[in-house]
């Protein structure tokens, strides 16, 4: 429910709250005016009344005080609400009991605490008084009007607070009234002996158990008695002296008949007034139900959406409701490149089109757009023919080009998972299930549709744990770091490492870097897991350097965001002066993808790093979709080729090779150091000999190994040299 229907409501309500306190008050007033015609005529039953009010207060104020020497010796605010509600339970004539601090803090017998009404009366309290209260709404039900009798109390002569009795003189005085109702009819009685009647008639006609009431009357100083509650008929008496008796017969047709159309009319006024609130909620509340279903259409394709989706597959997973279906996730192939080569208004042109499209081969009803490039479509069969059907009339749906105008059309593609329903799913599994299929499509190209298979189950339940678990990875202590060695051709030997971090988590097991890094950068995890590197690195180094190794240095990837953030430099100073090795001793890494992303950021972080004493390389050469000229605006020490040109050039021939040699010329002759990644084999390493590289990283040389591992390979001889 909306805070608009809600408002609405409390509004109706008041309005009705309104009317309904206003007819009872002129109830009550046509009611008042006769009971003051019968307290005139009765001035020694409005004495015992008076007498009767007095007493009963005398008694719950000493019943109070009682309550007040006890409470002296409660501290705990618990038990004393636990003990006001004892004595009111014992005590049902106090409406309510509460013990008031001196700020106006009340915990209420029933568990309550707010703040004082009737400061006044409270004030007095607290100055030592006993004080009756003015009438005011009772905290817990608004709708009474009561009282309270309040009073101090005192801890060795100190006011600690204020005891409040809260009664309901309404209910005690609407009694008493009611009992004393109408006046009619006027006898005195003498000896038993009818004196005078004010209408022409005696007692004895009026009423059927006369003889009974008379009785009463000559056994008692007085009495009264209910005749006709229908009719508000009382009749009542009261020793006047020795021998005379007042009697007092309330009916009267003049006044039962004003008080009958009173009430009527007051009901009548009622019924219409909450007949017309509920017209005008039963109104607002359609129009929020048109409201609601428009918030589950899609604007542009007029589509149910995703809120709409997720309601129905609650619906059809309910287990006592449960019927198979199939869902098909359908995702636009590289949507976002369209996007952002036409625009965002030709991108809504294109969804148009396709759930046009879609559409054609589903009916609209099971047909909802629940993201800005996706749509589902719900089967109620998991026949295998008709899945297979319908996903291939879906991937072939963009066959044909989608026409925007009369000289511009656009190729588009999609991907489709399919995922079917089981006893026991939840939408948000279904629904991850399948966008997982659709990943998976994308992953080998796209223009295809997948099904959600266990072998996927297992791979996007792996997935899920992992994403969950990178979290608390670095906390939990769960990452090492292994050495890959670079050996120098020259030298004959490994003179540095690539520093690389691995995972090993008791739940999953071991995951491989391209599962968990990504996640890393996504989360910005990088951050502190970029900086726990470098620690442990330069850690390392100085461990090597007290057991007297030297002459290597420890190459470290960073990424893009660890490049940017603005404590990068500073934690890179901060590990060195800790560690105290040599600035040239570390070296950091960035890919050629990093540097392209930003070239002015990378050439400003790398040369604060060559500032520092820092040696910086370009990693992975080649790979992106920059070009030599890269080299020369990049202050870096050496470039690490990546291992695809020794691929190329083993299965293109001599062309790569060509290509491979003039790499290594140019950045030789730019006074860089080469490092020629993936070298495998004796082969490989003697071409690279014959091409001029500096240095060489492989499995040839050695796979990634823990630190006391690969330290020892710098004392070892190799058999190729």
């Not at 790093?609 to 870096?636: C, H, M, R």
Request: glycine fraction near 6%; charged fraction near 25%; include cysteine.
């Amino acid at each position: 429910m909306s805070n608009r229907i809600i408002q609405a409501y409390l509004l109706m309500s008041l309005i009705l709250c309104i009317v309904i306190v206003v007819t009872i008050w002129n109830y009550h007033s046509t009611k008042e005016y006769v009971l003051e015609t019968v307290q005139k005529e009765t001035e020694e039953l409005l004495s015992s009344f008076t007498d009767e009010t007095n007493k009963f207060s005398n008694e719950r104020v000493a019943e109070l005080e009682l309550i007040a020497d006890y409470l002296v010796y409660i501290k705990d605010d618990q038990e004393k609400i636990n003990f006001l509600e004892q004595q009111r339970i014992k005590m049902p004539f106090f409406t309510s009991l509460g013990f008031v601090y001196p700020d106006g803090k009340v915990l209420a017998a029933d568990g309550s605490v707010f703040q004082v009404n009737q400061r006044e009366s409270f004030e007095r309290a607290l100055q030592g008084e006993v004080v009756y209260s003015d009438l005011f709404p009772l905290f817990q039900d608004p709708s009474q009007q009561v009282t309270a009798i309040r009073l101090p109390i005192r801890d060795n002569g100190e006011i600690i607070g204020v005891l409040s009795g809260v009664i309901n003189m309404g209910n005690i005085l609407g009694k008493i009234a009611t009992e004393s109702n109408l006046p009619g009819t006027l006898y005195l009685y003498k000896d038993e002996q009818l004196v005078m009647s004010t209408k022409d008639e005696s007692i004895e006609e009026k009423l059927v158990d006369a003889d009974w009431f008379i009785k009463q009357m000559n056994e008692k100083d007085s009495g009264q008695f209910l005749v006709d509650e229908n009719a508000a008929h009382y009749v009542m008496f009261q020793r006047a002296g020795a021998d005379w008796t007042v009697v007092v017969d309330s009916f009267s047709n003049d006044l039962e008949d004003q008080i009958s159309h009173n009430f009527w009319r007051n009901t009548a006024i009622v019924a219409i007034t909450l007949l017309f609130l509920i017209g005008i909620l039963l109104y607002i509340r359609r129009n929020e139900i048109r409201e609601e279903n428009m918030l589950k259409i899609d604007l542009l394709t007029n589509l149910p959406n995703r809120v709409l989706l997720e309601e129905t597959l609650k619906k059809r997973l309910d287990p006592v409701k449960f019927e198979k279906f199939t869902l098909f996730f359908i995702n636009i192939d590289r949507f976002k490149e369209i996007n952002e080569r036409n625009g965002y208004q030709l991108g809504d042109r294109v969804l148009f089109e396709i759930s046009k499209k879609i559409q054609s081969i589903a009916a609209k009803d099971c047909v909802y757009r629940v993201g800005g490039d996706e749509f589902v479509i719900l089967l109620d069969s998991q026949d295998r023919d008709e899945m297979k059907r319908l996903s291939d009339q879906i991937v072939h749906l963009m066959e044909e080009p989608i026409v925007l105008s009369t000289f511009e059309s656009l190729w588009v593609t999609l991907s489709v998972g399919i995922r079917l329903s089981e006893l026991g799913d939840w939408p948000d599994l279904i629904m991850q299930d399948a966008t997982f299929a659709v990943q998976e499509a994308k992953k080998l190209g796209g223009n295809r549709a997948i099904f959600f298979s266990q072998e996927l189950a297992n791979q996007n339940e792996r997935h899920r744990l992992i994403a969950n678990n990178v979290v608390h990875a670095l906390k939990n202590n769960e990452y090492y770091i292994v050495y890959q060695p670079i050996y120098e051709l020259d030298a004959k030997r490994v003179t540095s490492y690539e520093a690389l971090i691995r995972w090993e988590s008791p739940l999953i097991g071991t995951i491989a870097p391209l599962d968990f890094i990504p996640l890393l950068e996504q989360n910005d995890l990088i951050i502190p897991v970029g900086k726990w590197i470098m620690q442990e690195v330069v850690g390392q180094i100085a461990e090597w350097d007290r057991q007297g190794k030297s002459g290597f240095h420890v190459a470290v990837n960073i990424s893009v965001k660890q490049m940017m953030h603005p404590d990068f430099i500073p934690t890179v100073k901060e590990v060195l002066t800790v560690s105290g090795i040599q600035p040239q001793r570390l070296m950091f890494e960035i890919t050629e993808s990093v540097a392209v992303q930003n070239i002015e950021l990378a050439k400003f972080a790398l040369r604060e790093l060559n500032e520092l004493g820092v040696q910086t390389a370009l990693d992975d050469f080649g790979t992106g979709y920059s070009s030599l000229s890269i080299l020369k605006e990049l202050p870096i020490d050496h470039v690490k080729i990546d291992r695809s040109f020794i691929v190329r050039m083993e299965t293109e021939g001599d062309k790569s090779g060509i290509i491979l040699q003039g790499v290594l010329d140019i950045v030789r002759n730019l006074g860089m150091t080469t490092v020629m990644e993936g070298v495998e084999t004796e082969a490989q390493l003697s071409v690279m000999k014959e091409m001029g590289a500096h240095k060489v990283q492989g499995y040839l040389i050695g796979r990634p190994m823990i630190g006391k591992l690969a330290i020892d390979l710098q004392d070892e001889e190799f058999p190729f040299e």
